[in-house]
């Protein structure tokens, strides 16, 4: 495929991250929507954090009755016994609780990353290549790992600290009331104190927190891009300055995630001054009703036990409320990813194919732009007819439009204009899968997964066996190198399949369309990456393939499609020729001036 036929890309790793920021911790909707899905791990998981609040109160509760009753006078060893017993209880209970609540909190989190991940990259199976035009594949990597282990923590562990904090503030509160009312409504009129500092530096923390979110995934774009390109970085020495770009990148993240950490050291240096000064101030009022008989020893300690408790527990909110800003930034993100809706989709009631599979394949008056060049057609009132069994070869010079025949043919783009068809059905009426599964695809580039060489080979027909696989292998001249493998088929290949050279590669996408059977072939100039020899009897088979398939090539290489029946040469989206090659020679046009180029060339 050449560059110039291909879309441009709008976005840049450094731009794309940008999203709108979570102004409240509504996105957290779409968390809590699927922990529902799991509502006996859900039910166990409140119950036990309720457990460990109700354990965690009733310890000071205890310590009253142990100070005014086993530390009294005239206080038996039995009453003694009894009394640190129950507390003995009250811990073990704390404890299997406490157990309990992280296993099934902690579960839950798990879960329900997974299931989000899934949703995500199923939905982004359905996009066409243009989405990911405006959308960088690796930023999108990085939500699906930073932004999903953000959200992991926030339902895992911030989510139930949250809970936990939250149950135990609240009873707190109520059991202070219950013991000394006057201290107490002293303690809630200092709460307004509390929560002013977290409302205005929760506003400021959302917006710096998404932004730090964006820096990270800036970092993880450029490793990815960066790795991805080593050979390119070290051939033209380009080390320093990718060092260079590498280092602004993350002291850019480090100055954003600085603000950040300084906003919530303020905000936690303010709120715990103020909470337990008030709470101190409350203690010493209560120290002098200790000291005059109006309050009991065990009531003052359990006071200050629960307390330093529920003064604990706010102020542990305040930075809760942080982790869970960050989190609803992460999830509206991945929410962002979730709510788009393919471009091409399968219409409401799709149009069945002609079965058996003749086939044919038209373009009628077609113009179509790419979205991100809207003012150069690619094509412009482009019609070609393709037999069934016919071999059709695509010939002009970059950016004439060979490539979009492919895009549009398969069903990535619709033209602004004109109509597609597979076998008299125009594409936009028929199931997008079902128009793909008539097709096979061998690029000029071999795109190999890193898993096996089986799998690789078998992509087009996943339930090929061994022994079709290794026919399709022979056909393509694959079969001496795989069987060469160290461990045969179930070799590893590497990612992208780094393991073989390039005209390996390329046979083996070769062989992969072999598998796939289908009654169209597309064929980027197959054979650009083989040897004179590889090349010679690749041809070979592809040409007893091509006798019974419909097949169009693209050929930059005119050697290779001298047998074609019809040769259309393009020049700026439109067919300015077709015909044979000897015709189209003695034409000594468009077809003619390239044919000397190149058979001249080689000629010298």
Do not use: C
């Not at 890309?9 to 996105?27: D, G, M, V």
């Not at 839950?108 to 299931?115: F, K």
Request: charged letters at 20%; zero cysteines.
């Amino acid at each position: 495929m050449d560059e110039s036929d291909a879309p441009a890309s709008a976005a840049t790793p450094e731009t794309a991250t940008a999203a709108k920021p979570a102004r409240t911790l509504r996105p957290l909707i779409m968390i809590w929507r699927q922990a529902l899905r799991y509502p006996r791990h859900l039910l166990i998981a409140l119950f036990a954090l309720m457990t460990t609040s109700a354990a965690t109160l009733a310890i000071p509760a205890r310590f009253k009755v142990i100070i005014d009753d086993a530390f009294g006078p005239g206080a038996s060893i039995d009453a003694i016994g009894v009394s640190f017993r129950y507390l003995l209880m009250i811990v073990a209970v704390l404890g299997i609780a406490t157990a309990f609540r992280f296993f099934f909190v902690s579960w839950l989190g798990e879960r329900v990353v997974a299931d989000i991940r899934r949703m995500v990259q199923t939905n982004l199976l359905r996009m066409p290549p243009s989405f990911f035009e405006d959308n960088s594949p690796r930023e999108i990597s990085s939500r699906m790992t930073a932004d999903t282990a953000l959200i992991e923590q926030v339902v895992g562990t911030t989510v139930s600290v949250a809970l936990r904090n939250l149950i135990t503030g609240i009873g707190g509160t109520i059991f202070l009331f219950a013991l000394a009312p006057r201290l107490t409504a002293g303690l809630v009129l200092a709460i307004p104190l509390v929560i002013t500092p977290i409302v205005y530096f929760g506003r400021r923390l959302r917006t710096v927190s998404r932004t730090s979110q964006d820096r990270v995934a800036d970092i993880g774009s450029m490793v990815s891009e960066v790795l991805a390109a080593m050979k390119i970085v070290q051939s033209f020495n380009q080390e320093k300055r990718e060092q260079e770009r590498f280092a602004a990148a993350v002291e850019r993240t480090f100055e954003v995630a600085k603000r950040r950490i300084m906003i919530r050291a303020a905000m936690t240096a303010i709120v715990i001054t103020l909470v337990f000064g008030s709470i101190t101030v409350l203690m010493w009022q209560g120290a002098v009703g200790v000291a005059t008989g109006s309050i009991s020893g065990g009531t003052i300690a359990a006071f200050v036990l629960t307390g330093a408790l529920v003064a604990g527990a706010f102020a542990s909110l305040t930075e809760v409320y942080g982790d869970l800003l960050r989190g609803a930034g992460a999830a509206s993100r991945l929410a962002e990813l979730l709510d788009e809706q393919p471009g091409i989709a399968a219409p409401a009631r799709p149009v069945a194919l002609p079965v058996p599979a003749r086939g044919q394949l038209s373009f009628e008056k077609v113009t179509f732009r790419y979205p991100t060049r809207p003012d150069a057609p690619a094509l412009l009132d482009f019609t070609l007819a393709i037999e069934p069994g016919e071999t059709v070869a695509l010939v002009g010079p970059s950016g004439a439009g060979k490539s979009t025949t492919f895009l549009l043919a398969q069903r990535f783009y619709d033209p602004q204009a004109g109509t597609v068809k597979i076998d008299g059905v125009p594409l936009p009426s028929a199931d997008p899968a079902e128009i793909r599964a008539r097709m096979a695809l061998v690029p000029q580039d071999a795109v190999l997964f890193a898993a096996s060489a089986r799998d690789n080979l078998r992509y087009g027909n996943w339930a090929a066996s061994d022994e079709a696989i290794w026919e399709a292998a022979r056909t393509a001249n694959a079969e001496d190198f795989l069987r060469a493998l160290p461990e045969g088929l179930d070799t590893f290949l590497g990612d992208s399949g780094a393991r073989l050279s390039g005209g390996q590669r390329q046979r083996v996408a070769i062989a992969r369309a072999v598998l796939r059977d289908a009654p169209i072939l597309l064929l980027d100039e197959a054979t650009s990456a083989l040897d004179a020899e590889s090349e010679r009897l690749v041809q070979d088979a592809l040409e007893r393939l091509m006798a019974t398939r419909t097949t169009l090539v693209i050929a930059h290489r005119l050697a290779t499609i001298r047998q074609a029946n019809r040769i259309v040469v393009m020049d700026e989206g439109r067919i300015v020729e077709q015909g044979t090659h000897a015709s189209l020679t003695k034409a000594d046009g468009l077809y003619a001036r390239l044919a000397r180029l190149q058979f001249d060339g080689l000629a010298a």
